[in-house]
């Protein structure tokens, strides 16, 4: 594998000493068929990726999207490196691949770190700066929002059909967010969103973000949308949380920034309940019954608790 990863690095003009896989990657590995880390003649780090030619076209729009968002100043993301001959993604060995900077960082204590303000307020912090510097972002189009409703009304049919055993008491939750959510949805501002934002996507230093990684999900969604999902993500380490530490000093520097509407956080709770949808969908696709059933008590207890959390949040 050395020769081959040699090979592909030669677009790069970089020289390959060796590989380094016992050095762990964040982020999902199930977003490329094959990454490993390299250290090079020179002593830095890379992650070299193997694409699949099906996600050709959606690995360009990411790279392209971080190299527009990096010349906008915003920090901290890493771009991926363009070749010698200017391109993100290169053929090579009858493969795809594409290289970014391995970043170090520090381990995230789980589940602790949730009562750390100071992670809610740079989080907080990044998404306002995401916000001015995705400003007139080419190779997406504000029109082409994302539909949260139309994707949960999708999932639900598949479940219907796939996991009857479950449907009664995801339809509680269905008949909530069809309720609270829906009737609003098209009336919530939109904005450019990573889209995947949670606490594990972020690569943390010590009093701050050293990177934030796995844009796979990125493009317009409702302004809040980003928010929503680093909540749910906190609550369901300790629902304790999210009147606490992080999300409450999350939420309140995201209103102190005094970009996002009204509506958006008279609904954020709604939209926190939503997103677990996307979540349901992958403990349902690995046959997770354990999740399956947290998700099912974490719902409860957010709709619930929705006077208290929200009082912390100060809306």
Known sequence: MLDQIRNVLRFWDIEAKCLRPEIFIAGSPERTDYRVVVETVKGALLVVEKVSPRLLEHKQRIAQALQFLKAQKLSPI???????????????????????????????NRPEYIFDDWRGIVAGEFLTALHFASQGIPFFKSTDSFSLPAYIDELMGVIRKRRRDVVSQIDAIYSYVQKYLYPVYIDLPTGFCHGDYHPVNIIWQDKA?????????????????????????????????????????????????????DISFQHLLDLVIAVRFAWLSEWL?????????????????????????????GI
């Not at 749910?232 to 970009?259: M, Q, R, W, Y």
Request: hydrophobic fraction near 45%; aromatic fraction near 14%.
């Open 78 to 108: 890493t771009p991926y490196l363009d070749s010698s001959q200017g391109l993100f993604l290169v053929k090579a060995e009858d493969f795809f691949w594409q290289v970014v900077p391995f970043v170090v960082g520090v381990e995230l």
């Open 209 to 261: 973000m050293a990177a934030v990684i796995d844009w796979e999900f990125l493009g317009y969604k409702p302004e809040l949308y980003d928010a929503a999902n680093m909540l749910s993500c906190l609550g369901i380490e300790d629902p304790e949380g999210l009147k606490n530490g992080a999300a409450v000093h999350f939420v309140h520097t995201l209103k102190g920034a005094g970009v996002y509407s």
């Open 285 to 313: 696709r690995k046959k997770d019954n354990d999740m399956i059933e947290m998700e099912f008590d974490y719902f409860h207890i957010l709709s619930s608790s929705r006077k208290e959390i929200e009082t912390a949040w």
